[in-house]
């Protein structure tokens, strides 16, 4: 049977009374959550649709669930909208994948009317007044989800994902941290991302439940921790760093048991202070070509390298190159290139960007970071972000690292502003988390601790700093604040 129909409904044969979601005060089993998703994929039949994708604008609630369950028991793709973009932004998106149908959350119908756009579009409170049609449809894709990367230079580009690579992705992770048959994966990353598709992804096939939220609230989060609501939670820095300032000193449940730290390198300190705290810390790389995690730290290997992204999943490769393509020895740093079954066959309609990231079997993911002589991978940074001052590579995550050690600063990014002399130069801008913390004092606690070129050349101070609907850092944002487009 063709995955598209096969994971929930294969999941509600073998476990039909285990719990699969909770979202507020609903709860629903897999026998519910796959009787559901089969109606609401009889209703969306009765469209007439054809093999194009669906896009999808929703948000973390029970019955967007529902809907991308349906929308697999269909057989055609699903495009992601990220509900926060511009409505330039998403107009392009819906016209670049050429979708047939437009289904959103009821609260986004008036953003929608704004666009003016001809596309056939339909709420979830609609689609609930649709007949249900009985007859099959006789697509079948191969494609489960499209979603677009953030798009930081040029047009964003949609990343073909498919059933084989979210299922290899979930079988990586769960050889990797284990599965138990207990286990309630928090969820308070966005769905339409794939740090939280992948997680209702992981629960069709393993069987465990998902806990979701609307929106990532740290007090509510740290509240379930403490009472053993989750086993195991997905976060990015700025959630984490959220749940660490309000911690407190009451430790989370004995049965909490994982921690996923992705988005980016991590500040050595901040997992530092997580293991202090009892708080089991798993630092991963990942992206949304590789349908989630790519490398992951194995539990038994997380005190002794901290700071590490661990190894590559149980199917995975990746390599170190150097700009020749040449292979780069243990220490030395350079591309991060990645093969495996979880990374995707390419981006949507994109020739000359598929022909640019993959060569030779190879995924060249634009990252930069160095294997350690055990075979550990370390993430430096993106070589978008490198800033290059005076001949010398800085990478503004190594900066940034220990600004944010500061005991008066709560978060800071870097990022290179042009200069006549060194040709970059890197500059900081920080959140105090003390009114009185002064720029000099900064700079000297970094002048302790960094080469000098490594020293921002200036401090901005910002109320808070620029992220996405995926908590990404916008430095681009940050660039035109600085006086630097470019």
């Not at 559901?36 to 609630?61: C, D, F, G, H, V």
């Not at 909490?256 to 202090?276: I, K, T």
Request: charged content about 25%; aromatic content about 8%.
């Amino acid at each position: 049977m063709h995955p598209a129909n096969n994971w929930l409904s294969k999941r509600a044969l073998l476990s039909p009374s285990r719990t699969a979601l909770i979202w507020k005060d609903q709860t629903w089993t897999f026998a519910e959550l796959n009787k559901e998703a089969a109606q609401t994929a009889k209703r969306l039949r009765s469209l007439k649709l054809n093999e194009k994708p669906i896009a999808l604008m929703i948000k973390n609630t029970g019955k967007a669930v529902v809907m991308i369950h349906a929308i697999q028991k269909l057989g055609v793709p699903a495009v992601l909208i990220n509900n926060r973009l511009a409505i330039e932004e998403w107009t392009y998106q819906l016209s670049d994948c050429e979708a047939q149908l437009f289904i959103v959350e009821d609260s986004f119908l008036n953003k929608v009317k704004l666009a003016e756009i001809s596309l056939k579009t339909v709420s979830l409170s609609e689609l609930d007044k649709l007949p249900q049609a009985e007859e099959d449809m006789p697509v079948r894709s191969d494609i489960c989800s499209i979603m677009y990367t953030s798009g930081t230079t040029g047009k964003p580009k949609g990343v073909l994902q498919t059933y084989g690579n979210h299922f290899a992705s979930a079988v990586g992770s769960a050889l990797n941290l284990g599965l138990h048959s207990d286990d309630v994966w928090l969820c308070a990353v966005p769905i339409f991302h794939i740090s939280g598709y992948s997680i209702l992804m992981r629960s069709a096939i393993y069987g465990n439940t998902v806990r979701l939220y609307e929106n990532f609230d740290e007090l509510e989060i740290d509240r379930d921790l403490k009472a053993g609501k989750g086993t195991m939670i997905s976060v990015v820095t700025a959630m984490l760093t959220r749940l660490l300032k309000i911690r407190g000193n009451k430790s989370y449940h004995e049965q909490f048991r994982c921690m996923l730290l992705g988005g980016g390198p991590a500040p050595v300190h901040m997992v530092e202070e997580c293991f202090n705290a009892g708080i089991p810390i798993f630092q991963t790389y990942g992206m949304t070509e590789t349908s989630s995690q790519f490398a992951t730290l194995a539990p038994e290997d997380s005190r002794r390298k901290i700071g590490s992204s661990g190894k590559p999943l149980f199917m995975n490769e990746l390599m170190i190159v150097e700009e020749e393509n040449e292979v780069c020895k243990p220490g030395e740093s350079g591309e991060i290139l990645v093969k495996g079954p979880n990374v995707t066959k390419g981006y949507l309609n994109r020739p000359q960007a598929n022909a640019e990231a993959f060569q030779a079997g190879w995924f060249h993911t634009g990252d930069i970071g160095y294997l350690d002589e055990e075979g550990f991978l370390y993430v430096l940074d993106r070589r978008s972000d490198l800033i290059i001052s005076g001949g010398e590579n800085v990478y503004p995550a190594q900066i940034e690292s220990v600004l944010s050690s500061h005991s008066k600063v709560s978060e800071a990014a870097v990022i290179g502003r042009k200069d006549k002399k060194w040709g970059e130069v890197p500059v900081a801008f920080v959140v105090k988390a003390d009114p009185h913390l002064l720029a000099d004092d900064l700079i000297a606690h970094c002048q302790d601790r960094l080469a000098a070129f490594k020293v921002p050349s200036e401090i901005y101070w910002i109320d808070e700093l620029p992220r996405n609907a995926s908590n990404k850092l916008l430095r681009r944002e940050l660039k035109k604040k600085a006086g630097n487009d470019s």
